[in-house]
């Protein structure tokens, strides 16, 4: 069996990013990717800049003795000063711009104003409470480079150099179908031996939360000939195929007979608990269509098969998928985080695969583990707040230092 690791190399090395681009108003490009280094214009502040509510003075002046000074101009925020005349004070507020010939600002908590005057209660240094010009951002530097995702914060910082807009990647592509007549919508009435199709919801929200541009074909018969349909159809507009169950070897496992037939196909049996199986491929396009598609060669459309059991699908695609659709979208850094904690619990047995464990931080800040760790009880995904990475054959002792990669980390 492949290890997490050794298959996840093997994905993002066959990922391909997109080469379409789209420009966008910097409000509207939340989570897209950036297909273009963002270069700040201008330095930021563009002037130096007060960082308290106070006076802005000549520090020479104060030196001589005299510290009561007649208050020479009062500057907001967004007006531009005088230069301060020798021998006099500023009234200046916080963001506002240091007169020219001003070198220090005294807070208005070490000052007294007297009508036009102020009596100066501290001896300041040069620099005292300014921001310098460029502070934050030099003028010709990259504030943002080409692959970054674009949280909030970072769209701040674009508009803080005045990006209007951006360039950035188009969005992935994504097809994906279920199979399984044993498959129900919430809504409709259950029959005997069917369930609902829980994970079409689990997906489709993942897929959401990446900016995937999704086409949902449902639930597909569980036929050959309709497998393969579905997938010749899907493979003529989009990057990537997902699919959930139906990747076995049994009789009514008509997903890898449909892949091999319209493309090729890898089953993976990967050293991890929950979620062993995963088949990785790709599909062709019939007639050469979408030239701006991403693929594993110019003529395809990627392939990934999903285990059926909820949890090994919610697991194995925030582990495997969410990187590969990442890196196709073009970002480059695309591997959790992941935060060092105390298990607060012990799990004598250990498994020879890789288990990720649903777990939450208690009040104390250790590890909580879920009971029940069977990968059909979604319950524990909605408890957790995360997954303990536990490697093979290894025992957990209360108290020892587990690795934990939270939820926030995967879901985005």
Same mark, same amino acid.
């Given at each position: ?5 050794? %298959? ?16 966008? &108003? ?10 273009? /280094? ?31 000074? @007649? ?15 020798? *021998?006099?004070? %500023? ?7 240091? &007169? ?19 009596? $100066?209660?501290?001896?300041?240094? #040069? ?8 502070? /934050? $951002?030099?003028?010709?530097?990259? !504030? ?50 069917? !369930? ?12 959401? +939360?990446?900016? =995937? ?11 050959? /000939? ?7 159809? %899907? ?5 990537? $195929?997902?699919? =959930? ?25 990967? %050293? ?17 269509? *979408? ?7 110019? +003529? ?6 999903? @285990? ?16 590969? !659709?990442?890196?196709? #979208? ?5 591997? &959790? ?25 208690? @009040? ?19 408890? *957790? ?5 536990? @490697?093979?054959?290894?025992? !957990? ?16």
């Amino acid at each position: 069996m492949l290890s997490t690791a050794e %298959a996840l190399v093997t994905l993002l090395g066959a990922a391909r990013a997109v080469e379409g681009t789209e420009t966008l &108003p910097t409000l509207g490009a939340l989570n897209r990717v950036l297909a273009a /280094d963002v270069v700040s214009s201008l330095d930021v502040p563009p002037m130096n800049t007060s960082s308290m509510d106070g006076y802005a003075v000549r520090v020479a002046d104060l030196s001589q003795g005299d510290r009561r000074l @007649p208050v020479s101009q009062r500057i907001p925020a967004g007006h531009a000063p005088q230069p301060l005349a020798a *021998g006099t004070a %500023a009234r200046i507020f916080t963001g506002a711009t240091v &007169p020219p010939g001003a070198d220090a600002v005294v807070m208005q908590e070490q000052a007294e104003a007297d009508g036009n005057e102020v009596s $100066i209660l501290h001896t300041p240094k #040069a620099g005292e409470w300014i921001t310098q010009q460029g502070a /934050d $951002i030099r003028s010709g530097s990259v !504030i943002l480079p080409a692959g970054t995702r674009l949280t909030p914060q970072a769209l701040g910082l674009a508009a803080s150099v005045g990006s209007a807009s951006l360039t950035v990647a188009r969005r992935v592509k994504v097809a994906v179908f279920f199979t399984g007549d044993e498959l129900t919508m919430p809504g409709e009435p259950l029959k005997p031996g069917a !369930i609902y199709n829980s994970n079409r919801f689990t997906l489709r929200s993942l897929l959401d +939360n990446l900016g =995937c541009d999704v086409t949902d074909y449902g639930i597909v018969p569980d036929r050959l /000939d309709a497998t393969r349909a579905t997938l010749r159809e %899907a493979s003529q507009a989009h990057d990537l $195929i997902l699919t =959930c169950g139906g990747v076995s070897v049994g009789e009514e496992d008509h997903v890898k007979p449909a892949v091999e037939a319209e493309g090729h196909l890898s089953m993976w049996q990967i %050293a991890m608990k929950p979620g062993k199986p995963l088949a990785f491929g790709a599909v062709r396009r019939a007639g050469g269509n *979408g030239a701006d598609l991403a693929a594993s060669a110019s +003529n395809e459309t990627y392939f990934i098969g999903l @285990p059926g059991n909820p949890v090994s699908t919610f697991v194995t695609f925030l582990l495997f998928v969410r990187p590969f !659709i990442l890196r196709v #979208a073009g970002v480059r850094t695309v591997s &959790p985080r992941a935060l060092s904690l105390r298990a607060d619990f012990s799990q004598s047995k250990a498994d020879r695969r890789n288990e990720f464990l649903r777990a939450r931080i208690n @009040p104390a800040g250790g590890l909580e583990l879920f009971p029940n760790q069977s990968s059909a009880v979604l319950t524990s995904t909605v408890w *957790g707040d995360g997954l303990i990475d536990n @490697p093979p054959n290894h025992a !957990i002792t209360t108290g020892e230092t587990v690795r934990f990669i939270p939820f926030s980390e995967l879901l985005g």
